[in-house]
């Protein structure tokens, strides 16, 4: 299994506050994605990262912003969390190499806002 | 942007029997790769196969194979002789080239396998 490590796991906050998921890849991949996973969506991406201080948005970026200071490590901010950013929120990673560029999953942090 | 569509929310098999799952996409690429990842209750996404769309012959891993049609661009998912631990949702996926590999998913199927 790839080295991608999500932190929080879980989280539980309140309407207004800001948020930060950290991605953490120990593979050196260049690539790094963040997703969030709502029934009868499948998984959207929100924003993703082409090298450190590269990123660019996804299908649903609004409210989200995101920071790449180390190849390791990509960080998802919720400025300040609404309801409707209740969710299960996928980082993942892949890199250019001489066959598809697969993508490889964290193990998800479910995010609840009230 | 590129659509994938699952049309079948949900599924169910006996053990040991065979199931299909359908995915169709649309896009204007040429050159593109196509996926299909299992999550299990674990909530873990796990790549079960993947297809590069210039090769004409199917994928296969083990008792998983796809059926690529490229010009009717549909990518169905065969598993055989079905296990219990291949209950599961299934997300079809596709990646082009253009816009730093992306991924468009499907919006799954549920996948239930019966004793």
Same mark, same amino acid.
């Given at each position: 299994?790839?080295?991608?490590?999500?932190?929080?796991r879980?989280?539980?906050?309140?309407?207004?506050?800001?948020v930060?998921?950290?991605?953490?890849? %120990?593979?050196? !991949?260049?690539?790094m994605?963040?997703?969030?996973q709502?029934? #009868? !969506? #499948?998984?959207?991406?929100?924003?993703?990262?082409? #090298?450190?201080?590269?990123? &660019?948005?996804?299908?649903?970026?609004d409210?989200?912003?995101?920071?790449?200071?180390?190849?390791? &490590?990509?960080l998802?901010?919720?400025?300040?969390? %609404?309801?409707?950013? %209740?969710?299960?929120?996928?980082?993942?990673?892949?890199?250019?190499g001489?066959?598809p560029?697969?993508?490889?999953?964290?193990? #998800?942090?479910?995010? %609840?806002?009230? | 942007?590129?659509?994938?569509t699952?049309?079948?929310?949900?599924?169910?098999?006996?053990?040991?029997?065979?199931?299909?799952?359908?995915?169709?996409?649309?896009?204007?690429e040429?050159?593109?790769?196509?996926?299909?990842?299992?999550?299990?209750p674990?909530?873990?996404?796990?790549?079960?196969?993947r297809q590069?769309?210039?090769?004409?012959?199917?994928a296969?891993?083990?008792?998983?194979?796809?059926?690529?049609?490229k010009?009717?661009?549909?990518?169905?998912?065969?598993?055989?002789?079905?296990?219990?631990?291949?209950?599961?949702?299934?997300?079809?996926a596709?990646?082009?080239?253009?816009?730093?590999?992306?991924?468009?998913?499907?919006t799954?199927?549920?996948?239930?396998?019966?004793?």
């Amino acid at each position: 299994d790839a080295g991608i490590t999500q932190s929080p796991r879980h989280k539980v906050t309140e309407t207004g506050t800001p948020v930060t998921l950290r991605c953490h890849q %120990t593979e050196n !991949h260049r690539y790094m994605y963040w997703y969030r996973q709502d029934p #009868g !969506h #499948g998984l959207r991406l929100i924003h993703y990262s082409y #090298g450190v201080k590269d990123t &660019d948005k996804g299908e649903v970026s609004d409210g989200y912003s995101v920071s790449r200071s180390k190849t390791e &490590d990509f960080l998802l901010t919720l400025e300040s969390a %609404t309801s409707s950013q %209740t969710s299960v929120y996928f980082c993942a990673i892949s890199d250019w190499g001489g066959g598809p560029d697969t993508q490889y999953f964290g193990p #998800g942090t479910r995010l %609840t806002v009230l | 942007a590129q659509t994938v569509t699952q049309s079948q929310p949900e599924m169910s098999v006996q053990e040991a029997e065979t199931v299909t799952l359908s995915c169709t996409y649309d896009t204007s690429e040429s050159n593109y790769y196509l996926f299909w990842y299992k999550q299990p209750p674990s909530r873990q996404m796990i790549l079960v196969i993947r297809q590069e769309a210039y090769k004409q012959q199917n994928a296969t891993e083990n008792r998983f194979s796809v059926n690529f049609q490229k010009a009717a661009k549909s990518f169905s998912l065969k598993i055989s002789d079905s296990q219990l631990g291949d209950t599961a949702m299934y997300f079809c996926a596709f990646m082009g080239r253009v816009g730093g590999n992306q991924f468009y998913f499907g919006t799954g199927t549920s996948l239930t396998v019966i004793p």
